[in-house]
């Protein structure tokens, strides 16, 4: 991507996520590296809403983009033939809804597992994710890469526990999946 792509689309990005939430600098950049391929930028959104607008603005610009959490798991797979915008997910997190006597807990995507498994102790419940780097993986990482935990075999996978889910689709499009309650 030029400079001048560059310079646009960040000013583009900094004007619903703040300027403090979008990165240029090499030095930075180098931190969502994947296979030697680094982003020309890299932006943290805050919601949903602001990711499928970076979505978009990169859709519009033919820009590619890689979505990533804590970064444990970029390394995994083929390693990309273009890396223009990372689109940083860590700001997305938090527990939007948990109905203990349920079982039912609705999870933002950058939310660490670590912080989730403290949550569900505190009711004496847990969710068998040990997968590697759990103290800095995130809940949207540990699904996208599909890794697997040694617990597996006796409670399944991680994509196992999911009843439903909304996200972003390759539009910018908000989506959901089966059984993904509509927001509040």
């Not at 583009?12 to 030095?27: H, I, K, L, Q």
């Not at 932006?43 to 983009?65: C, D, F, G, M, T």
């Not at 079982?103 to 068998?128: H, R």
């Amino acid at each position: 991507m030029s400079s001048a792509l560059t310079s646009s689309v960040a000013a583009r990005f900094e004007s619903f996520v703040g300027n403090a939430f979008v990165r240029t600098d090499p030095e930075a950049l180098g931190a969502y590296a994947v296979d030697g391929a680094s982003p020309a930028v890299a932006v943290q959104p805050e919601n949903a809403e602001q990711a499928a607008e970076i979505v978009k603005i990169s859709v519009a610009e033919r820009l590619s983009l890689i979505a990533s959490g804590a970064r444990t798991s970029l390394g995994i797979g083929m390693p990309p033939s273009r890396y223009d915008v990372a689109i940083d997910m860590t700001r997305v997190c938090g527990i939007a809804h948990y109905d203990a006597g349920d079982l039912t807990i609705s999870v933002n995507a950058g939310t660490p597992l670590a912080e989730l498994a403290k949550i569900l102790a505190d009711k004496n419940q847990f969710l068998p994710l040990a997968v590697p780097f759990f103290e800095h993986a995130t809940v949207g990482g540990a699904i996208a890469s599909g890794l697997d935990s040694p617990l597996r075999h006796f409670y399944g996978t991680a994509r196992d526990f999911m009843i439903g889910a909304e996200f972003v689709d390759g539009t910018g499009a908000l989506a959901k999946s089966a059984g993904a309650s509509s927001r509040t």
